[in-house]
Nanobody, 129 residues
Framework: QSQLVESGGGLVQPGESLRLSCTGSGLPFGVLNIMWFRQAPGKEREGVSCITWRGLSTNYADSVKGRFNISRDNAKNTVYLQMNHLKPEDTAIYYC??????????????????????WGQGTQVSVSS
């Protein structure tokens, strides 16, 4: 069974950090481009960060640049999203998704969600004092 599983979400205070993980199984993780999306209550799902299959290209939404860092370890079939200096507006369900299509450099954060073949179930991130 092909699946992506997110983990690492939780409740933190503003200014704190979290590291999300996205682990794949039953799929060719090492050749997949990965994107982190998030969806806040009452808002549309938006792209947060992307990383290409070898990790040579990364990109971030303007709202998280300088605070979030995406990386991957293909030996562990895992992509990480290190989130620092978290703000209340980062509160959302975070999803990882994957596709194996071509992407420009840098990988685009604004991309049709229809391109993504694999999706995780999401992990909740809440930032509140």
């Amino acid at each position: 069974q092909s699946q992506l599983v997110e983990s690492g979400g939780g409740l933190v205070q503003p200014g704190e950090s979290l590291r999300l993980s996205c682990t794949g199984s039953g799929l060719p993780f090492g050749v997949l481009n990965i994107m982190w999306f998030r969806q806040a209550p009452g808002k549309e799902r938006e792209g947060v960060s992307c990383i290409t299959w070898r990790g040579l290209s990364t990109n971030y939404a303007d709202s998280v640049k300088g605070r979030f860092n995406i990386s991957r370890d293909n030996a562990k079939n895992t992509v990480y999203l290190q989130m620092n200096h978290l703000k209340p507006e980062d509160t959302a369900i975070y999803y990882c998704a994957a596709h194996d299509g071509p992407v420009p450099h840098p990988c685009p954060v604004a991309i049709s969600q229809g391109r993504f073949r694999y999706w995780g179930q999401g992990t909740q991130v809440s930032v509140s004092s």
